[in-house]
């Protein structure tokens, strides 16, 4: 479940996570069958003044075929019709603005469950299984289909899916969409919206098809036999498998083995990549068999793209050479967060703990041109479903956070975090800027000494992390905007 916190990026630390939170449940309806709740989610940075980061209100159904309505007042109170009953939810906390988080689940069963166009709620719907149908309505939207055929429409607002296990059919609506078909035989559609529209679709394992629509898209077909179909802007991944890739004759940018069909790929660029095994050492992807298929997608897509295989081999290297891999858990709030640490700091004592410096070598940062420690025990918590816009330009789908994180791990396991703060930013000149190992992992330049990260003498140390080790680097290789600043 992802409360509607403000969308952060990741925040990497040796020290604890996020504060403590607190939960409190109150049950609104319950008639043995249907069960409706409401959820406020506490934070205790500050245990006097608890502050609310999350009100959910939570539907709940049994395993028959349930079919669920919802619409949405101008103030935001939502009224539901399920299975032919009608409900109204005043779910305003009373002390906050805090929006009302809507997370649908229905059992076994084929459920039907539409969202009207002016439901603006950030909404999760669990369908589980059956062969289910779902369609989102006009805001933040994740959709998970469960074992079954399922049909999947997303709406206007920023959607996310995944299909599951089964043969399903995904289609986007008018805002960005993230689309994961996993396991079955899936057809995928971009859909149809404006010029400034991007959508991510993988195709996942099976033989699947795939279809751009307007605005940018990513196409990775995943393992097997695939289609996939260009349309305006397209990037394609064909993966392993033997895949049949039309581009349409548009300029797409097509990263494919020799061994797979291209149709209609002039003024195309064709980027042989053969896939590899690499990053099989370098993590344990820990979490519910959905959640380790679903990233074991995303590590497919990395093992297809010339950046994601150079990481990952770069990370199996660590993991080898430091005793541990990277270990990968779900986050189940909307950020992502990196957490590092060695061996040798966890044996300190308390007192030499607090001794350290800000920006330590021990802590694996960089000092006076030499690396610092490696962290040995390094945890990434992933949030699968999170999809970021930064300044109204660029929309970074859920892989790009994660390699942004996998790139945090890469300089923490070697100890070439770049020390201090950034000068300040426009927005609030009166405080230093982001850490410069923010800004190195998204391949911005800083303003801390540089450093050799090749070890070559005869190439001049520099101040931020080099290509492909940024995050701009498989924006780059996707055709997507690359972020300018760290905000």
């Not at 049950?27 to 069958?33: A, E, I, P, Q, W």
């Not at 779910?91 to 603005?97: A, E, I, K, L």
């Not at 081999?313 to 541990?324: F, S, V």
């Amino acid at each position: 479940m992802a409360p509607p916190l403000p969308p952060t990026d990741s925040q990497p630390s040796s020290r604890p996570g996020p504060p403590p939170i607190r939960t409190n449940t109150q049950m609104l309806v319950d008639d043995g069958y249907l069960r409706v709740s409401q959820k406020l989610i506490e934070g205790l940075k500050k245990p006097e003044h608890p502050e609310t980061l999350a009100n959910i209100l939570i539907i709940e159904t049994g395993d028959k075929a349930d079919h669920i309505h919802i619409s949405q007042r101008p103030d935001g109170q939502l009224y539901a019709r399920i299975n032919g009953r009608d409900y109204a939810f005043n779910t305003f906390d009373g002390r906050s603005n805090v929006p009302t988080f809507l997370h649908i689940k229905t059992g076994a069963g084929d459920d039907r469950i539409t969202l009207d166009p002016n439901v603006t709620v950030r909404v999760e719907i669990e369908a589980e299984d059956g062969d289910d149908f779902v369609q989102a309505g006009g805001g933040p939207t994740s959709i998970y289909g469960g074992r079954g055929n399922d049909h999947i429409r997303l709406g206007s607002g920023i959607g996310y899916a995944e299909g599951n296990e089964g043969d399903d059919t995904i289609m986007g609506g008018t805002g960005h969409a993230v689309m994961y078909g996993n396991a079955g035989k899936d057809r995928l559609y971009a859909g149809s919206g404006p010029a400034s529209k991007r959508s991510h679709l993988d195709g996942g394992a099976d033989d699947d098809q795939l279809y751009a629509g307007n605005g940018h898209t990513v196409l990775n077909g995943g393992r097997d036999k695939d289609l996939m179909v260009g349309y305006d802007q397209t990037t394609f991944y064909t993966g392993p498998g033997r895949d049949t890739v039309r581009a349409n004759a548009l300029k797409a940018r097509i990263y494919a083995q020799k061994t797979d069909r291209l149709i209609g790929t002039q003024g195309s660029t064709i980027t042989h990549v053969t896939p590899t095994e690499a990053g099989r050492q370098a993590f344990k992807i820990i979490g519910p068999p959905d959640f380790i298929q679903r990233v074991e997608d995303d590590l497919e897509l990395l093992r297809a793209s010339p950046a994601g295989q150079k990481l990952l081999e770069a990370l199996d290297k660590a993991a080898e050479r430091n005793g541990a891999p990277i270990t990968l858990e779900n986050m189940p709030l909307p950020t992502n967060f990196i957490l590092f640490i060695s061996t040798q700091l966890q044996a300190m004592s308390e007192e030499e703990s607090n001794a350290l410096e800000d920006f330590d070598p021990k802590q694996g940062f960089i000092k006076d041109g030499v690396a610092g420690a490696h962290m040995d025990q390094i945890k990434i918590l992933y949030n699968p479903s999170l999809i970021n816009k930064i300044d109204n330009e660029v929309t970074v789908s859920p892989i790009v956070q994660l390699f942004h994180e996998m790139v945090h791990g890469w300089n923490a396991s070697n100890g070439t975090l770049l020390p201090g703060l950034s000068a300040p930013t426009p927005d609030e000149p009166e405080h230093p800027g982001p850490p410069n190992f923010e800004l190195q992992a998204v391949g911005l330049p800083t303003d801390a000494p540089g450093f050799d990260f090749d070890n070559d003498p005869a190439t001049p140390p520099i101040a931020t992390n080099p290509a492909p080790f940024t995050e701009n680097s498989l924006h780059a290789e996707m055709g997507n905007p690359l972020r300018t600043r760290y905000a």
